[in-house]
């Protein structure tokens, strides 16, 4: 083993995140990226010789082949895919933890950005226990519904439910919504013209970078690895029509893992204004300030 990534595997042993493990990812994942040599090294700054040495001294760690290169074109082993998106999330964690903006709390994550310009984006994964003990019918009734049909979207246990809803399908670009309620409490915050306008668009970017959007859509991916359900709290601000000032916004975001007929991954999303503030930090000042006819009622 080369004293390089001896250091590497004695600074992991010690529980440190060591500068030259994480250029080594960063290698790694810019190049799985690009599946060229010459790009790689463009973008990171760096040279030929310093990305294959990362490259192979983790693949001396891992034990495991990551790269297939013919006629000098890079292409993703199959552990290479499997080592990719991990790869990201830990990249992604990194820096939004460096930043404070990440934390746990209870053994929920707990994710915050705060903007120079004021805007502030507040999210906290929440136990599922609160379905019940909130005064949310369309959380408890969408949760039922999901038990009862297997995770089928067109199941008839749903099909009352179908207004209240946003359905995603994850895509090359991002997650797309591909159905909006006209009930839902998107539609009610910016209304039908500017709702119905979204479906087929990817996830809007928000201030705090890539690596912050990586940690957004966190859920999404972890709902959709585990085929399970996720409850989240958010408060923020956000406009309710182009060029209008930011309104304070209090959130709860139910994720359920679904199908569409033809079996390929739907994620449902039911949202309900929150009753209480739930996130660690932050006090009930944002509920009175929310418009009330945000409210999903059912």
């Keep these: 083993m080369s004293d390089d990534l001896q250091n590497v595997v004695d600074e992991v042993g010690e529980s440190k995140v060591p500068a030259l493990l994480y250029e080594m990812m960063r290698s790694f994942t810019v190049l799985a990226r690009t599946l060229n040599l010459s790009h790689t090294v463009r973008e990171l700054n760096s040279t030929r010789q310093t990305v294959r040495r990362h490259i192979a001294q983790l693949e001396e760690l891992m034990g495991a082949t990551l790269f297939a290169v013919d006629d000098r074109r890079y292409h993703l082993t199959a552990r290479g895919e499997e080592a ?3 790869a990201l999330e830990i990249m992604a964690r990194c820096k939004t933890w460096a930043l404070g903006d990440l934390r746990s709390v209870g053994g929920l994550m707990r994710l915050s950005h705060e903007h120079p310009n004021g805007w502030a984006f507040y999210q906290q994964q929440q ?3 609160q379905i019940w003990g909130e005064e949310s019918p369309i959380l408890r009734k969408v949760f039922h519904a999901w038990c009862s049909s297997r995770g089928e979207l067109e199941h008839p246990e749903f099909q009352s439910l179908r207004p209240y809803i946003l359905v995603y399908r ?13 009930e839902s409490f998107y539609t009610k915050w910016w209304g039908w013209k500017i709702a119905r306008s979204s479906i087929g668009r990817p996830l809007r970017q928000f201030p705090g970078g890539s690596e912050f959007e990586a940690m957004l859509t966190g859920p999404f991916r972890e709902v959709r690895a ?9 408060v923020t601000q956000i406009p309710r029509s182009e060029g209008e000032k930011p309104t304070p916004l209090a959130y709860k975001r139910l994720l359920l893992a679904s199908r569409f007929p033809d079996g390929s991954f739907a994620l449902i999303a039911a949202i309900d204004r929150s009753r209480v503030i739930s996130i660690s930090g932050l006090d009930q000042s944002t509920l009175a300030a929310m418009p ?6 059912i």
Excluded at 170 to 182: F, M
Excluded at 226 to 234: A, H, Q, S, T
Excluded at 292 to 297: L, N, T
Aim: charged share 20%; aromatic share 2%; with cysteine.
């Design 84 to 86: 990719l998106p991990e």
């Design 127 to 129: 136990s599922l226990t």
């Design 170 to 182: 994850d895509s090359p670009h991002g997650w797309i919504c591909t159905e909006l309620g006209q």
């Design 226 to 234: 585990n085929g399970g359900v996720r409850l989240d709290e958010v």
């Design 292 to 297: 009330a006819d945000a409210v999903v009622s």
